[in-house]
């Protein structure tokens, strides 16, 4: 955890590029913050965010309110035998992904997270029951504490100065290209 980030965060918020689709992400004592932030450097992950170094945070689906495939937006897309990408189909914005064997789990972008809770100057921590750091929510949620998936795919000199998590050449789950 980041120096001088208040462990009382409760909810950080977030959605796609054009509005339609908005969420919000739950802390507790079940789920605390900060949640478990990741990258991955996969073709397929690289292709879905248009990014050389994708982000996300891991977190339990029940985290998310409300459920994206409510919104009439959402769509996914399966990007291989198991796993599944999700996706507004009205501005085109990539917003999570999840296999199928953890329905439980999703990673969710981080580039989807609103930007007052990564841009120091545009923090609002109104959600917060006490006042944050903002520039260390940015940094703790940037920075992939947990792990760095496909670090076999790193282009030196460009994505391979995040520091940060365990570094696994491939990715342990079942899904192809992840």
């Known amino acids: 955890m980041a120096a ?5 965060i409760s909810e950080i918020t977030g959605g796609c590029l054009c509005g339609s689709i908005q969420y919000t992400i739950h802390f507790n004592d079940d789920h605390p913050w900060p949640p478990k ?14 990014s ?15 459920d994206l495939s409510t ?17 507004c189909a009205q501005c085109g914005s990539s917003l999570l992904w999840r296999a199928e064997e953890d ?3 999703i990673d969710v972008f981080l580039g989807t997270v609103d930007e007052k809770w990564l841009v120091e100057q545009k923090a ?14 940015g940094k703790t949620l940037g920075t992939p504490m947990h792990a760095q998936y496909y670090y076999e795919n790193v282009i030196k000199g ?21």
């Open 124 to 137: 609002d921590v109104a959600t917060a029951t006490a006042q944050v750091d903002s520039e260390s929510i």
């Open 71 to 87: 919104y009439s937006t959402y769509k996914e897309y399966r990007s291989s035998e198991t796993c599944l990408r999700g996706f």
């Open 37 to 50: 932030s990741a990258s991955c450097q996969c073709t397929m992950c690289r292709k879905w965010t248009a």
């Open 52 to 66: 050389l170094f994708p982000q996300f945070l891991t977190l339990a689906a029940k985290q998310i309110t409300p």
């Open 158 to 178: 460009v994505t391979d100065f995040v520091q940060g998590g365990k570094r696994y050449l491939t990715h342990p789950s079942k899904c192809e290209g992840f």
């Open 4 to 8: 001088n980030v208040d462990t009382s």
């Open 103 to 105: 329905p439980d789990k």
